[in-house]
């Protein structure tokens, strides 16, 4: 095809006007040629359905999936990037149906995207059935030299949705001046446009969505004069979205990251009140009570969620545990797998009970009306008369001084939490230290909007090596606390083979040492932290737009 001749679409509102504009192309077409229908006459139909993580990893890396159905099988085609396009055929896709990578067999698509997408299932988030009829366009001696493809796609469903044609003029080899003359004429037509948005962008706008529209990250427009409330509001407004937002793919287990973002946002939920909850109380908004009641609500919920994320995270990370064994081998393990599927499902019974229950119904919509109320400023605490800002919570409190109150409080509490540990201090202390850090780190992401850009990446680069180091640490006692745990549970139940649990403890000693390694590299990531070249960064940041 002839670049740039393919890139036509029908304006207008309804079927009506789209019909209109292709008999005019057709009428302008005439003035050229002769127009003939493709012969055999029939429209030829497709339907085609692009997929993509929940959290859009595909388009956040260029790259487009599509699934082609055929009369036997389809197939799926990438698109994108740096490399060119792949296909690879499938044979019984369900195209609605969530795919963990597991699902699609070794072939080009899933070689250039299995890392990428790993641990997520593959959605479908448009689907587009069309019907195409191709003219031909003849010459004055009746050859066939140009092609005119109308597109008419839809979108299925109970109600189907009609979208604009889009038209396209395909070259014939040998004639590439006539399909130039045919495209002038298309463009030149009464109701067509050139299409500005591909066939993916139109679906989605269609079904009222777009690329990339969800994150677990904390956007919000907050501002530095706001006042506190409203914008602590607001922050917990986003959270909670966050955890409506991956509640459905939690319950139906479609893949592990929909309960890790959950938590993600539990966790980040109950900081923030710990941080700034004050900030809600007052005439009209929460009271202190109200405050710790949904704060202890939201353990509940982390509380409910763990016992799942931590047979995930074994699950998870199974394939690799089998193969760095040296002195066993990677089927010793294979009971053990076994013994955590079976505690996930009927761990996983307890938690899908948990969230549809009224008491996680109530809390988050009762949790929505408050924050919203609060928001749009009904309460007292957001429309308060601004005060000095210097008394703690204080409801006239701005969001600028709120921030740097808080964000130097926590980045002071880590400094000397860490500046307190020795090589004799026990593990505990580690363990409290990542909490701190884990509150500086969500205080920096709460209040970025009111940071420089360069200044916040420089801070959060530091305490997130910081924070590697933490998590290698904790996470491996956790671990290896957890598998002898699961190790004895085993042996009681008569479900531990000799072979597997040597197998078991080879795998905490390869723990051990990780932990061991984190442990000796943590004075170096907390000096680089807390350094005055790390405070010189902190009171940079503090210096910025909050301060103002």
């Known amino acids: 095809m002839t670049p740039g001749l393919a890139g036509f679409i029908a304006s207008g509102h309804d079927e009506l006007a789209w019909d209109q504009s292709v008999a005019g192309v ?31 990893r595909l388009y956040r890396a260029g790259l487009t999936l599509e699934y ?6 389809g197939e799926l085609l990438l698109s994108g990037g740096d490399n060119p396009p ?10 609605a149906r969530p795919h963990l990578m597991c699902d699609l067999p070794n072939g080009p698509v899933a070689s250039r995207i299995g890392d990428l997408v790993a641990p997520r299932a593959l959605l479908a988030v448009a689907t587009v059935t069309s019907t195409t009829t191709t003219h031909r366009l003849l010459n004055e001696d009746g050859k066939t030299v140009a092609r005119l493809l109308v597109e008419r796609p839809s979108i299925p469903g109970p109600q189907i949705t009609r979208l604009a044609p889009r038209l396209a003029i395909t070259e014939v080899r040998g004639y590439p ?25 139109e679906a989605l706008r269609a079904v009222g969505r777009r690329p990339g529209d969800y994150s677990n990250k904390i956007d919000t427009d907050i501002t530095a004069a706001r006042p506190a409330g409203q914008s602590a509001a607001t922050i917990l407004l986003r959270l909670l979205d966050t955890i409506e937002a991956n509640l459905g793919g939690v319950v139906a287990d ?18 923030a009140l710990k941080l700034f909850g004050d900030t809600l109380t007052g005439r009209a908004g929460l009271t202190k009570d109200e405050v710790g009641f949904f ?26 545990t089998a193969r760095s064994l040296n002195a066993a081998k990677p089927d010793d393990l294979e009971p053990f797998r076994h013994y955590l599927e079976q505690r996930r499902r009927r761990e996983f019974r307890i938690l899908s ?30 429309g308060a008369p601004v005060r000095s800002g210097r008394e703690r919570g204080a409801a006239g409190e701005t969001t600028g001084a709120l921030a740097m109150e808080r964000t130097r409080a926590a980045f002071a509490k880590t400094v000397r939490r860490g500046a307190a540990i020795t090589l004799e201090s026990p593990a505990e202390t580690l363990h409290d230290l990542r909490k701190r850090a884990k509150e500086l780190r969500y205080t920096l992401e709460f209040f970025a909007p009111l940071h420089d850009r ?37 042996l009681a139940a008569g479900e531990a083979p000799a072979v597997t649990l040597l197998a078991m403890g080879e795998v905490t000693a390869g723990l051990a040492l990780r932990q061991r390694a984190a442990r000796e590299d943590f004075d170096r990531r907390f000096a680089a932290f807390a350094g005055i070249e790390g405070q010189r960064r902190i009171s940079a940041l503090l210096r910025g737009r909050p301060g103002r």
Not at 27 to 56: M, N
């Open 26 to 56: 057709l009428e302008a077409l005439g003035t050229g040629f002769d127009i003939v229908p493709e012969r055999g006459g029939a429209s030829a139909a497709s339907r085609r359905t692009w997929l993509d993580t929940f959290d859009w």
């Open 68 to 73: 082609v159905g055929r009369a036997r099988g």
């Open 86 to 95: 792949v296909t690879q055929p499938v044979i019984g896709w369900q195209a």
């Open 177 to 201: 001046g006539a399909a130039r003359s045919a495209a002038r004429l298309v463009s030149a037509a009464p109701g067509i446009e050139p299409a500005a948005s591909p066939p993916f962008t």
């Open 254 to 271: 479609t893949d592990t990251e929909f309960l890790h973002d959950l938590r993600v946002a539990v966790r980040r939920t109950r900081s």
């Open 295 to 320: 704060a202890a609500e939201f353990k509940w919920v982390g509380d409910l969620t763990t016992p799942v994320r931590d047979l995930d995270v074994h699950l998870l990370d199974f394939e690799e």
């Open 353 to 382: 009970r948990g969230l549809k229950s009224a008491r996680f119904t109530g809390l988050a919509r009762d949790w929505r009306a408050r924050l919203t109320a609060i928001e749009e400023g009904s309460s007292g605490t957001a």
């Open 454 to 490: 360069g200044d916040q990446a420089k801070v959060v680069g530091d305490l997130k090596r910081l924070q590697d180091c933490l998590g290698e640490f904790q996470d491996t006692e956790v671990q290896i606390g957890e598998i002898r745990a699961l190790a004895t549970a085993m």
